[in-house]
């Protein structure tokens, strides 16, 4: 049997809860005998500035290297939005996307056929919907130096946050971009803001580079982020791959997350350059919500997210596309029985806890599994 270490990351709020519902899939391909992971968990975000005073430790930092694939909760919230903002929860996040050279977030909305009535879109407009949001995850204002807030001395204080991407951290990310194109509708909108920014110039010149030299196949069109954003919500069905900077690529996946019917189901997968011998990438998989504090340690949080990025996991880390499927269609099943979490409910549904959601998930995979 295959074997795969895995390090779990909870982190804050939700975070622990939606990653019960993991575990509980872990165990399920454990007894089937599918595929073994091994398993560590670490502490990050506000849950590791508690006990070491840092929002990630060096040690967590070295399993994450040596792991074949980080799955991540979510980190954050009121309780620690007074520490210094270097150790703040979301830099613990950062660190792992920088320093395992994570460039490439994909983040597919798909619209599940029981949910187009959640979406506060018309059933039409989502019904059916299976995008992705290629987002650049490790460039851009995120980490631009200098980031500053400079006192002025005259009562005024000025803050700057730099925005900066080099020909290569295009480049790669476009190639991501067209190669998921081809394997789906064949067509890539590069999203930027040309017409006030310089990055933007140079995003869709280099996008439209790669395009010509290796992608010619590919239908490539080119959109201001502003009128995407708002294709998104007019009609976002014209889309199929929508790769964007850092920044904007935040922003239009949360929008396209409303889309599918709540935050709550909108998984991701964070990935590095494949290496030239060992043809393995590092990977980080969460879900794109975060912590929610509002919901925290009720038992009502919609684990699908997270599941789904575990299944992304599968996917793109264990060749394990046929079970990938199966826990795709496992939780369009549970959907279709009616079973809802709080976020997702609608009329005549089956309200259910987070427990209770994993388990139905669990269940119908099981019986999916099953010759
Ligand atoms: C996301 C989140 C993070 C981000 C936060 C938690 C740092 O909003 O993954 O979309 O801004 O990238
Ligand atoms: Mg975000």
Redesign the pocket.
Same mark, same amino acid.
């Given at each position: 049997m295959a074997s795969h270490k895995l390090l779990l990351l909870p982190g804050d709020g939700i975070g622990p809860e939606v990653m019960t519902e993991v575990k509980r899939l872990l165990a399920f391909f454990g007894k089937a005998g599918i595929v073994d992971f091994t398993i560590e968990e670490g502490l990050v975000g506000g849950a590791c500035y508690d006990t070491h005073q840092v929002a990630i430790t060096e040690a967590t930092m070295a399993k994450a290297q040596a792991a074949d694939a980080v799955i991540f909760g979510a *980190?954050?919230g009121p309780k620690w939005d007074n520490v210094p903002y270097d150790v703040r929860p979301?830099a613990g996040?950062?660190r792992l996307r920088k320093d395992l050279g994570l460039f490439a977030n994909i983040r597919p909305a798909i619209c599940y056929p029981a949910l187009a009535d959640s979406s506060s879109l018309k059933r039409d407009v989502v019904e059916g919907l299976d995008i992705i949001i290629l987002r650049e995850l490790t460039g851009g204002i995120y980490f631009g130096e200098p980031k500053t807030i400079t006192d002025l001395g005259n009562g005024q204080k000025r803050a700057i946050d730099t925005q900066v991407y080099d020909t290569y951290e295009i480049e790669r990310i476009a190639r991501v971009g067209f190669e998921l194109a081809r394997k789906r509708r064949n067509k890539v909108t590069s999203m930027e803001k040309r017409n006030v920014m310089k990055t933007g110039v140079l995003w869709r010149e280099v996008v439209g580079d790669v395009h010509a030299r290796e992608y010619r196949d590919v239908q490539l069109e080119h959109v201001l982020a502003d009128a995407g954003g708002m294709q998104l919500v007019r009609w976002p069905k014209q889309f199929d791959v929508i790769v964007t900077d850092n920044l904007f690529g935040?922003m239009l996946?949360d929008i396209a997350a409303m889309l599918t019917g709540s935050l709550g189901m909108l998984p991701s997968a964070s990935l590095g350059e494949v290496d030239a011998k060992t043809k393995r990438r590092k990977a980080l998989y969460e879900p *794109?919500h975060?912590s929610a504090p509002d919901i925290a340690g009720r038992g009502i949080a919609n684990p699908i997210a997270m599941l789904a990025s575990f299944g992304m996991a599968l996917r793109y880390s264990f060749s394990m596309s046929r079970e990938a499927d199966l826990l795709d269609a496992a939780i369009g099943s549970a959907l279709a029985k009616g079973l809802r979490t709080a976020d997702i409910k609608s009329e005549g549904a089956i309200l259910v806890s987070t427990g209770e959601m994993g388990e139905a998930i669990v269940g119908e995979l099981e019986r999916l599994a099953s010759p």
């Open positions: *980190v954050g979301e996040l950062l935040d996946s *794109v975060g």
